[in-house]
C-alpha cells in the first residue's frame, strides 16, 4: 500500500536553530501533503495544506514565516521550523491522500528545542 | 464548517468485555467518516472508513463502527475487548475528495487485564 516515510523520528535542538522535517511518498505521487501538529495526548490540529509545485495554504493562526512548507517535486515535502523555540517542541504529522478516499500517514517526528 | 466530537477522554474497560468508542460529527455535506489509532510517540493506524453503503462498517483488529445519519454518530465498537487495545483513538471527518481529514480531541482507551 502507500507509504509516506516520515524522518526525522525525533530530534533535539537548540533555542533559535532551525529544523527541516521531510515526508517521502515512496510507491505513490503526493501532489497533496498535509501537516499537523499534535501536543500531548491532544488532538491533531491541521497546520498546512501543500500543493506540489505551488504554495502552501496555511490554517488560521499558524505562522507562515516561521513553518516553512516546501513541495517541490511529487514525492517530497518539507516542514521547516525555523528560529525554534521551547513553544515549537511537538508531535509533527505528515499525511498525504490515497486512493479510495483514503489517506497514509507518516510516523511522525518528536521535536523537542532547548 | 466541519467538525468532529469525542465526548469521552477516556474509556475503561475490562479484557472480553465489549468496547464502546463515541463519535458524533458534523458535515455541510455527506460525510466521510474515519478511525484512527495512535500508540505513543508513533503515527496514526488506520482502521475503518465509512464512505458510503452499509451502515456496519468492518475494519481491521475485530474493530467495527456503525454510521447513523439521523444521529450523526459514527461510534467505534468491539465486541471483546484486548489488553493490547489500549492505546488513543481518533474519529475523522472531511466532506470533499482530497481534503483535510479534521479530527477528535482523541479518546484513551484502556483495557484492563
Known amino acids: 500500500g502507500a507509504v509516506v516515510s516520515q524522518h526525522p523520528s525525533w530530534v533535539i535542538c537548540k533555542s533559535g536553530t532551525s529544523v527541516k522535517i521531510e515526508c517521502r511518498s515512496l510507491d505513490f505521487q503526493a501532489t497533496t501533503m498535509f501537516w499537523y501538529r499534535q501536543f500531548p495526548k491532544q488532538s491533531l490540529m491541521l497546520m498546512a495544506t501543500s500543493n506540489e509545485g505551488s504554495k502552501a495554504t496555511y490554517e488560521q493562526g499558524v505562522e507562515k514565516d516561521k513553518f516553512l512548507i516546501n513541495h517541490a517535486s511529487l514525492t517530497l515535502s518539507t516542514l521547516t521550523v525555523t528560529s525554534a523555540h521551547p513553544e515549537d517542541s511537538s508531535f509533527y504529522i505528515c499525511?498525504?491522500?490515497?486512493?479510495?478516499?483514503?489517506?497514509?500517514f507518516g510516523s511522525g517526528t518528536r521535536l523537542t528545542v532547548v | 464548517a466541519q467538525s468532529v466530537a469525542q465526548p469521552e477522554d477516556q474509556v475503561n474497560v475490562a479484557e472480553g468485555n465489549p468496547l464502546t468508542v463515541k463519535c458524533t460529527y458534523s458535515?455541510?455535506?455527506?460525510?466521510?467518516l474515519f478511525w484512527y489509532v495512535q500508540y505513543p510517540n508513533r503515527g496514526l493506524q488506520f482502521l475503518l472508513k465509512?464512505?458510503?453503503?452499509?451502515?456496519l462498517v468492518k475494519g481491521s483488529y475485530g474493530f467495527e463502527a456503525e454510521f447513523n445519519k439521523s444521529q450523526t454518530s459514527f461510534h467505534l465498537k468491539k465486541p471483546s475487548a484486548l489488553v493490547s487495545d489500549s492505546a488513543l483513538y481518533f474519529c475523522a471527518v472531511r466532506d470533499q475528495a482530497g481534503t483535510a481529514l479534521i479530527f477528535g480531541k482523541g479518546t484513551t482507551l484502556s483495557v484492563s487485564s
Open positions: 499525511s498525504a491522500p490515497t486512493g479510495g478516499y483514503g489517506y497514509t
Open positions: 465509512y464512505i458510503t453503503g452499509d451502515n
Open positions: 458535515v455541510s455535506g455527506n460525510p466521510y
